[in-house]
């Protein structure tokens, strides 16, 4: 008999108004097309009602009692092209490419929607073995709700190469963020250990036990709401630069899993945190040159941040 876990949880008032799939997502850490799947099975019950459909949308203080079955898929690289998703450098070695929001690195338990991965095997790209079967060829990843430039290891050897190179941190990794007011001092260095989140096992926190992470920062704009960033980041833990600027009282803006305020996240029309890997550069394993790639600012983000520089 397949396991059911099931949760129930009141609405907060930060998600006043939104979607049911949204909500679920935020609330429960499942993937939107998860919880438009259990809507779908009548799994999912609002303060006593069966939800009719995706769209449907919550209150604060509304009771949600949702039904997730365990999930005992393998976890299968289903070969698929994915619209967005943009070849930046392709070669023997490594293919660098533009990962819009949406789209996993890898399929996952929980996660049904598209991949990088599985884009790649539609695509016709031979990336290496090295890795677990579902990661075969990941050096990073980026969060489902993060775009920006990446690099998979085609070969054997570029794989081990890059690993090492992520490992040592001798990869610049740059990010821009664009979070709520103004950071102060205005640059400077987060030196904060991570770990998952003791109430919220989809969520990550500062905690005394966690692992060392350090982001680096510098404020390019400030602006009457929100500020934007430039981040380097020394170490690579899951949700890294969302956690360390929520703890500074400065969450990217439209992230509400880690407090940003829902009425900014609505008024620039953001349905995910204002976070882009803008650059990524690193000696390349095959020529040992040092290379550079950049991605630019994806349409929603670009005009959340007009958006932004146009309030005063």
């Known amino acids: 008999m397949t396991q059911v876990d099931h949760r129930s949880l009141a609405v907060p008032e930060s998600l006043e108004g939104e979607r049911i799939d949204v909500a679920m997502a935020q609330l429960f850490g499942v993937s939107r097309t998860r919880a438009a799947e259990l809507v779908a099975q009548g799994r ?21 009692d949702v039904e997730i079955p365990a999930e005992s898929d393998p976890l299968e690289i289903v070969p698929e092209i994915v619209e967005g998703i943009g070849i930046i450098h392709d070669d023997d070695a490594i293919v660098v490419i533009d ?17 990088v991965v599985g884009h790649l095997a539609g695509a016709g790209f031979r990336i290496s073995t090295s890795g ?18 990446m690099v998979i290891a085609k070969s054997e050897h570029a794989y081990s190469v ?11 990794k740059t990010y821009h963020a664009l979070v709520q007011g103004h950071p102060d001092p205005l640059e400077g260095t987060i030196d904060a250990p991570i770990g998952r989140h003791p109430k919220h096992d989809y969520k990550f926190a500062v905690m005394d036990d966690g692992r060392a992470s350090v982001t ?22 899951t949700h890294q630069i969302r956690v360390h600027m929520s703890a500074m009282k400065h969450p990217c803006v439209g992230d509400l899993t880690y407090g940003a305020d829902p009425a900014l996240a609505r008024r620039v029309r953001l349905e995910r945190q204002w976070l882009h890997a803008v650059r990524l550069g690193f ?15 994806p349409d ?12 005063h």
């Open 99 to 115: 990962k819009p929001v949406g789209v996993a690195v890898h399929p996952s338990p929980g996660w049904r929607g598209p991949t």
């Open 44 to 64: 999912v019950v609002l303060e006593g009602a069966a939800v009719s459909g995706k769209s449907e949308r919550v209150w604060a203080g509304a009771q949600l």
């Open 216 to 237: 680096h920062y510098e404020t390019l704009e400030a602006h009457r709401f929100a500020s934007l960033l430039e981040v380097h980041l020394e170490t690579g833990r």
């Open 162 to 172: 890059l690993k090492n190179a992520f490992r040592q941190r001798t990869v610049d």
């Open 132 to 149: 677990a079967k579902e990661r075969e060829g990941i050096v990073q990843r980026l969060d489902v709700g993060t775009s920006g430039v």
């Open 283 to 297: 000696e390349h394993p095959g020529t040992g040159e040092y290379v550079t790639f950049s991605s630019s600012y």
């Open 300 to 311: 929603d983000l670009a005009a959340a941040l007009e958006t932004i520089r146009a309030s």
